[in-house]
């Protein structure tokens, strides 16, 4: 029981420091960019030049180029980027790596004469030594009806992987259910707490078969790489031969590993009659 206590105890620690940790990464990436565009509005080819990576590319509508090339075309003025209102910005973050795309309309001088076009601009930066370095920056001329696609949908993700597991556990496919179940995972019942190994045994065995989850109410709050998914639920289940019916609320938690989600808890807590 200790073990168990621990366990959940760690993922319940474990939900907090990813989330605030990214959050704040993607704050700095953003404030990053903003900063870049002043600097390139006030010419500063000395900060740009420490942002920018050795290796960078800028990519145009005119053309493609280096990172010293850039530097000379905002330093004589070939491209002056005067003012870049930003409408829409998405960042991602991957590892060492973040993507930021913003929509903006830019008001450029350029061959002596003053432009305003629409982009989506992609931003790559790359961290090296505790500092964010711009890998890459390329304009793609976009309508101005244009609109950024939102980060992918994790909250439908978790509420179709819910959904699945109670089917699974319903046609008692453990093999499935294996590779669902996080291996330090917990299951919380009104009859005790175990351990992946002792849940997929019992419901292997049938001790307890969850023939019907019928699903009323479904909530997720994704927190950085931890998704806590609530569904209130209607439990046809057989235990011990009689078959019982019962009203929970179920809490389940999931955490992103190479990709996908496991079921790293999952606690039955069951309400009363009329309970909302």
């Known amino acids: 029981m200790k073990k168990i206590a621990i366990s959940l105890f760690l993922i319940l620690i474990g939900i907090q420091f990813p989330y605030a940790q990214e959050m704040a990464i993607e704050k700095e990436i953003k404030e990053l960019s903003k900063a870049k565009w002043q600097w390139m509005s006030e010419k500063n080819v000395d900060k740009l030049a420490t942002l920018f990576h050795d290796k960078s590319k800028f990519v145009h509508m005119s053309g493609t180029w280096n990172k010293d090339r850039e530097l000379e075309i905002i330093e004589s003025g070939s491209i002056w980027y005067k003012q870049?209102?930003?409408?829409?910005?998405?960042?991602?973050?991957?590892?060492?790596t973040a993507v930021l795309w913003n929509?903006?309309?830019?008001?450029?001088?350029v061959r002596g004469d003053d432009v305003s076009n629409e982009f989506t601009v992609t931003e790559i930066y790359k961290k090296e030594e505790?500092?964010?370095?711009?890998?890459?920056?390329?304009f793609s001329k976009v309508r101005d009806t244009h609109k950024i696609a939102a980060k992918a949908n994790p909250e439908k993700r978790i509420i179709e992987l819910s959904k699945q597991k109670w089917k699974w556990m319903s046609d008692k496919n453990v093999e499935k259910l294996e590779g669902l179940f996080h291996k330090n995972s917990v299951f919380v019942h009104m009859g005790g707490s175990w351990g992946k190994e002792r849940e997929i045994d019992i419901i292997k065995g049938g001790m307890i078969h969850y023939k019907k989850a019928d699903i009323h109410e479904v909530?997720?709050?994704?927190?950085?790489?931890?998704?806590?998914?609530?569904?209130?639920?209607?439990?046809?289940?057989?235990?011990?031969?009689?078959?019982?019916?019962?009203?929970?609320?179920?809490?389940?938690?999931?955490?992103?590993?190479n990709g996908d989600y496991k079921l790293a808890s999952l606690s039955f807590t069951k309400l009363l009659e009329g309970d909302k």
Do not use: C, Q
């Open 84 to 96: 870049a209102d930003v409408h829409d910005v998405v960042v991602e973050i991957f590892d060492n």
């Open 103 to 109: 929509r903006i309309t830019l008001i450029a001088h």
């Open 130 to 138: 505790n500092n964010w370095k711009l890998l890459d920056l390329t």
């Open 219 to 257: 909530s997720v709050n994704v927190i950085g790489n931890t998704a806590i998914l609530l569904n209130k639920i209607t439990l046809l289940a057989v235990v011990g031969g009689n078959e019982v019916t019962n009203p929970f609320m179920v809490t389940e938690v999931y955490k992103k590993e």
